[in-house]
Protein backbone atom coordinates (compact mmCIF):
# COMPACT_ATOMS: atom_id res chain seq x y z
CA UNK A 1 0.00 0.00 0.00
CA UNK A 2 0.91 3.66 -0.71
CA UNK A 3 1.59 6.56 1.67
CA UNK A 4 3.33 4.30 4.20
CA UNK A 5 5.93 6.27 5.91
CA UNK A 6 9.37 4.88 7.45
CA UNK A 7 9.58 3.43 11.02
CA UNK A 8 5.01 3.28 10.82
CA UNK A 9 3.74 0.33 12.65
CA UNK A 10 1.20 -1.26 9.98
CA UNK A 11 -1.49 -4.19 11.55
CA UNK A 12 -2.29 -7.43 9.00
CA UNK A 13 -4.67 -9.30 8.86
CA UNK A 14 -5.35 -12.21 6.47
CA UNK A 15 -9.01 -13.96 4.76
CA UNK A 16 -9.80 -17.09 3.12
CA UNK A 17 -12.04 -17.72 0.36
CA UNK A 18 -14.49 -18.71 3.04
CA UNK A 19 -14.13 -15.64 4.70
CA UNK A 20 -12.13 -16.45 7.68
CA UNK A 21 -10.05 -14.12 8.95
CA UNK A 22 -6.83 -14.40 10.45
CA UNK A 23 -5.52 -13.08 13.68
CA UNK A 24 -3.31 -9.66 13.43
CA UNK A 25 0.03 -8.92 12.65
CA UNK A 26 2.13 -5.97 13.37
CA UNK A 27 5.04 -5.12 11.24
CA UNK A 28 7.41 -2.32 11.10
CA UNK A 29 7.74 -0.29 7.76
CA UNK A 30 11.93 -0.35 6.96
CA UNK A 31 12.51 1.58 4.10
CA UNK A 32 16.02 3.41 4.83
CA UNK A 33 19.06 1.80 3.72
CA UNK A 34 21.96 0.90 6.34
CA UNK A 35 24.71 3.29 6.52
CA UNK A 36 28.33 2.57 6.96
CA UNK A 37 31.28 4.07 8.94
CA UNK A 38 35.05 2.74 8.27
CA UNK A 39 37.21 3.60 11.10
CA UNK A 40 40.65 2.63 12.03
CA UNK A 41 43.24 2.49 14.77
CA UNK A 42 45.92 4.22 13.63
CA UNK A 43 46.36 7.94 14.47
CA UNK A 44 49.09 8.67 12.58
CA UNK A 45 51.26 6.67 10.02
CA UNK A 46 51.58 2.79 9.95
CA UNK A 47 55.24 1.53 9.49
CA UNK A 48 56.50 -1.34 8.04
CA UNK A 49 56.59 -3.30 11.50
CA UNK A 50 52.77 -2.71 12.31
CA UNK A 51 49.01 -2.79 10.94
CA UNK A 52 45.87 -0.94 10.66
CA UNK A 53 42.53 -2.78 12.34
CA UNK A 54 39.58 -1.09 9.98
CA UNK A 55 36.51 -1.31 11.19
CA UNK A 56 33.36 -1.70 9.49
CA UNK A 57 30.21 -0.10 11.05
CA UNK A 58 26.81 -0.28 9.65
CA UNK A 59 23.76 1.47 11.58
CA UNK A 60 22.01 -1.56 12.11
CA UNK A 61 22.37 -5.09 11.76
CA UNK A 62 22.94 -6.44 8.39
CA UNK A 63 23.36 -9.90 6.43
CA UNK A 64 25.62 -10.66 3.96
CA UNK A 65 29.20 -8.36 4.08
CA UNK A 66 31.86 -10.28 3.62
CA UNK A 67 35.55 -9.82 3.19
CA UNK A 68 35.31 -10.07 -1.02
CA UNK A 69 32.79 -6.75 -0.60
CA UNK A 70 36.26 -5.18 0.08
CA UNK A 71 38.71 -3.45 -1.78
CA UNK A 72 41.62 -2.62 -0.48
CA UNK A 73 44.65 -1.01 -2.27
CA UNK A 74 48.34 -0.31 -0.82
CA UNK A 75 48.10 -3.03 1.59
CA UNK A 76 47.15 -6.72 2.06
CA UNK A 77 44.33 -8.05 3.33
CA UNK A 78 44.45 -10.02 6.42
CA UNK A 79 41.78 -11.14 9.09
CA UNK A 80 38.60 -10.62 8.82
CA UNK A 81 35.98 -11.08 11.61
CA UNK A 82 32.15 -10.42 12.15
CA UNK A 83 31.72 -8.52 16.16
CA UNK A 84 28.31 -8.24 15.84
CA UNK A 85 25.77 -8.04 13.03
CA UNK A 86 26.07 -4.37 12.37
CA UNK A 87 30.13 -4.37 13.06
CA UNK A 88 32.93 -6.23 11.19
CA UNK A 89 36.98 -5.60 11.46
CA UNK A 90 39.80 -6.15 8.66
CA UNK A 91 43.54 -5.82 9.46
CA UNK A 92 45.50 -4.96 6.79
CA UNK A 93 49.08 -5.05 6.62
CA UNK A 94 50.91 -2.23 4.60
CA UNK A 95 52.84 -2.76 1.23
CA UNK A 96 56.42 -3.31 1.57
CA UNK A 97 59.12 -0.59 0.27
CA UNK A 98 55.93 1.92 -0.20
CA UNK A 99 54.79 4.93 1.28
CA UNK A 100 51.86 6.37 0.52
CA UNK A 101 48.11 5.24 1.48
CA UNK A 102 46.03 2.27 2.22
CA UNK A 103 42.67 2.51 0.62
CA UNK A 104 39.73 0.85 1.98
CA UNK A 105 36.52 0.67 -0.23
CA UNK A 106 33.08 -0.71 0.51
CA UNK A 107 30.29 -0.52 -2.70
CA UNK A 108 26.71 0.46 -2.33
CA UNK A 109 24.37 -2.83 -1.80
CA UNK A 110 27.93 -5.29 -0.25
CA UNK A 111 24.86 -6.21 2.40
CA UNK A 112 21.56 -5.51 2.88
CA UNK A 113 19.53 -5.45 6.40
CA UNK A 114 17.16 -7.40 7.54
CA UNK A 115 13.92 -5.94 5.50
CA UNK A 116 16.21 -6.16 2.18
CA UNK A 117 17.37 -2.50 1.92
CA UNK A 118 20.53 -2.72 0.73
CA UNK A 119 23.37 -0.84 2.32
CA UNK A 120 25.39 2.74 1.39
CA UNK A 121 29.14 2.97 -0.09
CA UNK A 122 31.70 3.71 2.23
CA UNK A 123 35.57 5.15 1.92
CA UNK A 124 38.44 5.22 4.56
CA UNK A 125 42.14 5.92 3.78
CA UNK A 126 45.21 5.54 6.23
CA UNK A 127 48.78 6.80 5.65
CA UNK A 128 51.52 4.38 5.40
CA UNK A 129 55.33 4.26 4.83
CA UNK A 130 57.51 1.21 5.08
CA UNK A 131 60.75 2.68 3.63
CA UNK A 132 62.93 3.07 6.30
CA UNK A 133 65.61 6.31 6.29
CA UNK A 134 68.43 6.18 4.02
CA UNK A 135 72.11 4.79 5.84
CA UNK A 136 73.06 8.46 4.95
CA UNK A 137 70.39 10.39 7.14
CA UNK A 138 72.69 11.27 9.53
CA UNK A 139 75.73 13.91 9.44
CA UNK A 140 77.98 15.68 11.09
CA UNK A 141 78.40 13.15 13.70
CA UNK A 142 80.69 14.19 16.61
CA UNK A 143 81.20 11.64 19.89
CA UNK A 144 81.94 13.91 22.76
CA UNK A 145 83.48 13.37 26.08
CA UNK A 146 82.29 16.32 28.09
CA UNK A 147 83.00 15.30 31.74
CA UNK A 148 86.78 15.68 33.53
CA UNK A 149 89.72 17.34 32.22
CA UNK A 150 89.99 16.72 28.73
CA UNK A 151 86.96 17.05 27.23
CA UNK A 152 86.94 16.31 23.47
CA UNK A 153 86.11 14.52 20.63
CA UNK A 154 86.13 10.33 21.16
CA UNK A 155 87.39 8.72 17.49
CA UNK A 156 87.70 5.14 17.32
CA UNK A 157 90.35 3.67 19.38
CA UNK A 158 90.07 5.82 22.30
CA UNK A 159 89.73 5.75 25.94
CA UNK A 160 87.43 8.09 27.89
CA UNK A 161 86.32 8.68 31.49
CA UNK A 162 82.39 9.69 30.12
CA UNK A 163 80.11 6.72 31.06
CA UNK A 164 77.44 8.82 29.06
CA UNK A 165 79.11 10.00 25.83
CA UNK A 166 77.07 12.00 23.77
CA UNK A 167 76.49 11.76 19.89
CA UNK A 168 75.99 14.73 18.35
CA UNK A 169 74.88 15.39 14.54
CA UNK A 170 72.37 16.95 12.34
CA UNK A 171 69.89 14.98 9.80
CA UNK A 172 69.92 15.62 6.49
CA UNK A 173 67.07 17.73 4.19
CA UNK A 174 64.10 15.79 3.33
CA UNK A 175 65.19 12.62 5.38
CA UNK A 176 62.16 12.56 7.46
CA UNK A 177 64.29 11.12 10.57
CA UNK A 178 62.44 12.25 13.76
CA UNK A 179 64.16 9.90 16.15
CA UNK A 180 68.04 8.71 16.64
CA UNK A 181 68.65 5.71 18.42
CA UNK A 182 72.08 5.12 19.91
CA UNK A 183 73.26 1.13 20.16
CA UNK A 184 76.11 -0.21 21.39
CA UNK A 185 77.30 -3.66 20.60
CA UNK A 186 74.07 -3.80 18.61
CA UNK A 187 71.87 -3.33 21.75
CA UNK A 188 69.80 0.18 21.75
CA UNK A 189 71.35 2.26 24.69
CA UNK A 190 69.61 5.66 24.34
CA UNK A 191 67.95 7.32 22.32
CA UNK A 192 66.59 11.12 21.72
CA UNK A 193 64.00 13.24 19.44
CA UNK A 194 65.40 15.08 16.34
CA UNK A 195 65.17 18.96 17.20
CA UNK A 196 62.97 21.36 15.05
CA UNK A 197 66.31 22.58 13.26
CA UNK A 198 67.52 19.01 12.39
CA UNK A 199 70.16 18.46 15.02
CA UNK A 200 70.21 15.97 17.78
CA UNK A 201 72.32 14.79 21.01
CA UNK A 202 71.88 11.58 22.15
CA UNK A 203 73.59 9.86 24.70
CA UNK A 204 73.38 6.48 26.63
CA UNK A 205 70.23 6.35 29.08
CA UNK A 206 72.37 4.79 31.63
CA UNK A 207 76.20 4.87 32.37
CA UNK A 208 78.35 2.47 30.44
CA UNK A 209 79.93 -0.27 31.74
CA UNK A 210 82.98 -2.83 30.50
CA UNK A 211 86.21 -1.58 28.45
CA UNK A 212 84.61 -2.35 25.08
CA UNK A 213 82.11 -0.57 23.06
CA UNK A 214 80.96 -0.22 19.51
CA UNK A 215 78.94 2.62 19.09
CA UNK A 216 75.98 2.60 15.90
CA UNK A 217 73.26 5.70 15.56
CA UNK A 218 70.22 4.21 13.62
CA UNK A 219 67.81 7.03 11.64
CA UNK A 220 64.06 6.21 12.93
CA UNK A 221 60.75 8.21 10.55
CA UNK A 222 57.54 8.64 11.90
CA UNK A 223 55.94 5.55 11.16
CA UNK A 224 58.92 3.46 13.09
CA UNK A 225 61.01 2.29 10.86
CA UNK A 226 64.94 2.04 11.05
Not at 166 to 178: C, E, H, L, N, W
Request: charged share 15%; net charge negative.
Amino acid sequence: PGGLTDGQEITVTATDPSGNTSGEATATVDGLAPTLTITDNVAGIVGKAGSVTFTFTFSEAVEGFAADDITVSGGTAGQFIQVSPSVYTLVVTPADGDAGTISINVPAGAAHDLAGNPTTAASASQASDTVAPAADSLTGLVLLDDVGTDQSAIVEGDTTDDAKPTYTGTIADGSGVTTVQLLDNGVVVGSATVNADGTFSVSPSTPLTGADHSFTLVPVDAAGNA
